[in-house]
């Protein structure tokens, strides 16, 4: 162990289960619309079925114990919060690019813009454990 808390003690579980929920309802997304509507907007169903790996990465890793699952918890949060900062930039700019939403369109609005507030209560999860002592 690397000295620090558990990034699933205490609030952190809440976090491991927002990601798990999050993960499991864009991959169930992503895999209707790519088994019926592929063809329709491709880059968005992929770029949806990305963001459920990455959910998956970062649920594992805040899951996890020790400096290994840290990482990539750190490296996964850092992928969403790019991604979810480029794709609702991008979004936004350039609408007729999407023409039908991913996880991460518009910020995540069509999830509450939870995807991107995720990111950021991760990222300070992640450095608030990383200080406490075990």
Known sequence: ?????RTSSGPGRLLV????VFALSAGARAAV???TKFD???????LSAFAA??????????????PRARRVATVAVLIEL????AVGTLSRLVPEEFPDATVWSGYGEGYGFVPLVLPLVGL????YTARRPA
């Open 40 to 46: 329709q907007a491709p880059e968005a169903y992929l």
């Open 53 to 66: 790996v990455v959910y998956l990465f970062a649920a594992a890793g805040l899951a996890g114990s020790g």
């Open 33 to 35: 619309q790519i088994a």
């Open 124 to 127: 300070w999860w992640l450095r």
């Open 1 to 5: 162990m690397d000295g620090s808390t």
């Open 82 to 85: 790019v991604g979810v900062l």
């Open 17 to 20: 289960l927002v990601y798990g």
